[in-house]
């Protein structure tokens, strides 16, 4: 109810101010309320994209030997994904409204194709992602949500702030998942900017990933094993400071007001002379329902540029220690709550070749190489590969192989230059990932999941109104 009262009284309030403005212009009104009102308005803007998304994800299983089994249907979905943007100018240079909602809906769906629903670029027929219970049926739901609808606040050059639903933009622990559009917390935040140093505050009380329609509680719980405990409203601080010579630091910490785990990072990002970036980073998380003892990744991060060319370096080592209970190698994600969808963290990794990669023990390595063609006339046409590799992990269950896993990828994309689809973009992604243990989908190894071929085709078309 409150959640609905809050959207509700957001748009009213904006279609009055924009009802009400010609007829208190016709008054005699202070010239400052009408400049604020023309601020409000002028400098606003209105924008949105209209998206297609389709992808056949193949996984192969295990028999009783732990061989491999034939692939067989994952995913399978085709998806349209449409939002709509509004973002005002600032009355007295102090206070605007930022308003983003958005629709998906399924072409094809996957469950409708032997397939599973859990696509996430459409709505779960589910309250949250605690507890199986909170599925009203294990299909996508087509439907109409809101990513954000925030006031946001500027005082002077120095303070900026948000409050409502938001995503968090000043420095803390805190992210958010994406599917083309981002999660959302409710909450508020707020910003402190003195040159180089940068101050940040976050506190949420719910979250919704963007495959749910509304907000939910912070949990322990999981999918499969219930809600778990409410463990309260979420908060975070932070700080990044830029030295003279462009180097920055990032360091930030989180907790909950009614739960133990805690989160933190430390992050460090410059580039040289030659035009390298580098940029070690170590995540961290407290959680002893989940973790024996405090769980660490480090990361390398590097990239450059030469060129047409463009290549990236990373690595990741990661320690996260399973609860005894679990009977299974543990594995590192960087939220504040266990499960996957309950919130999510500012993790700068993003590989995009199935797994993780961050099981107890696993050291992984990745790289990336692609090409523009403009140089030689394919304005806007940019291609390349990838590879991920990692090992390490291994399990106390008896008769288990140490957990070697690694993915190719081939990827392609071309920005369109003319005509009416005019800085439309069309992507292709294709991954084939292997894992060379014989354990089962998430059994000894939590996060890990067989062979797999896995395709995307994305078509996105930006617009503006204003």
């Not at 067989?72 to 100018?89: E, I, K, M, Q, R």
């Not at 047409?308 to 590192?332: C, H, I, L, Q």
């Not at 304005?379 to 399990?395: D, E, P, R, V």
Request: glycine share 12%; hydrophobic share 35%.
């Amino acid at each position: 109810m409150e959640s609905k009262f809050f959207k509700v009284s957001a748009l009213t309030a904006a279609m009055l101010g924009a009802v009400a403005m010609p007829a208190m212009a016709q008054q005699d009104v202070p010239q400052d309320i009408i400049d604020n009102e023309i601020a409000f308005f002028s400098e606003s803007k209105i924008s949105g994209n209209v998206n297609y998304f389709m992808r056949a994800r193949d996984r192969a299983g295990k028999d009783d030997q732990g061989n491999d089994t034939s692939k067989v249907t994952n995913l399978d979905h085709g998806s349209v994904f449409a939002n709509l943007g509004f973002n005002s100018g600032y009355i007295a240079n102090t206070v605007g409204l930022d308003l983003v909602v958005y629709s998906t809906f399924d072409m094809w769906a996957g469950e409708d194709t032997g397939g599973s629903f859990e696509h996430e670029m459409n709505f779960f027929d589910c309250d949250s992602p605690y507890g199986a219970t909170s599925c009203d049926s294990y299909k996508t739901d087509n439907g109409v949500s809101y990513s954000t609808a925030n006031l946001k606040f500027k005082f002077g050059e120095n303070v900026n702030a948000k409050l409502g639903y938001f995503q968090p933009s000043v420095p803390s622990t805190l992210g958010v998942n994406w599917s083309f559009a981002p999660g959302t917390y409710r909450g508020g935040e707020v910003g402190l900017n003195f040159g180089d140093l940068a101050l940040g505050a976050v506190f949420a009380d719910e979250y919704k990933a963007p495959w749910f329609k509304d907000t939910y509680k912070f949990n322990d719980g999981s999918f499969w094993g219930g809600a778990g405990k409410d463990v309260g409203e979420i908060y975070s601080v932070g700080a990044r400071y830029t030295l003279a010579n462009g180097v920055s630091i990032d360091a930030a910490f989180g907790g909950l007001t009614d739960g133990d785990r805690k989160n933190a990072h430390i992050k460090v990002k410059g580039t040289t002379e030659g035009g390298l970036y580098w940029s070690p980073q170590v995540y961290m998380i407290d959680d002893k329902n989940q973790y024996d003892d405090t769980a660490f990744q480090l990361a390398f991060l590097s990239s450059f540029a030469s060129g047409p060319y463009s290549f990236r370096a990373e690595t990741t080592y990661t320690m996260a220690d399973s609860t005894e209970k679990r009977n299974t190698v543990g594995n590192f994600a960087y939220r504040l709550t266990e499960q996957y969808g309950g919130s999510n963290g500012a993790y700068d990794i993003w590989w995009n070749n199935r797994s993780d990669y961050n099981h107890d023990g696993e050291l992984a390595l990745f790289g990336s190489m692609s090409r523009d063609f403009a140089d030689i006339g394919a304005t806007g046409l940019n291609a390349g590969i990838s590879a991920a590799y990692g090992f390490g992990a291994k399990s106390e269950q008896a008769g288990i192989d140490e957990l070697k896993e690694y993915a190719f990828s081939v990827f392609t994309n071309y920005a369109i230059q003319t005509g009416a689809l005019k800085d439309a973009n069309i992507s292709m992604y294709y991954t084939q990932y292997y894992n060379d243990t014989n354990a089962g989908d998430w059994g000894a190894y939590s996060n890990g999941f067989n062979d797999e071929t896995d395709f995307k085709l994305i078509l996105t078309m930006p617009f503006g109104i204003k």
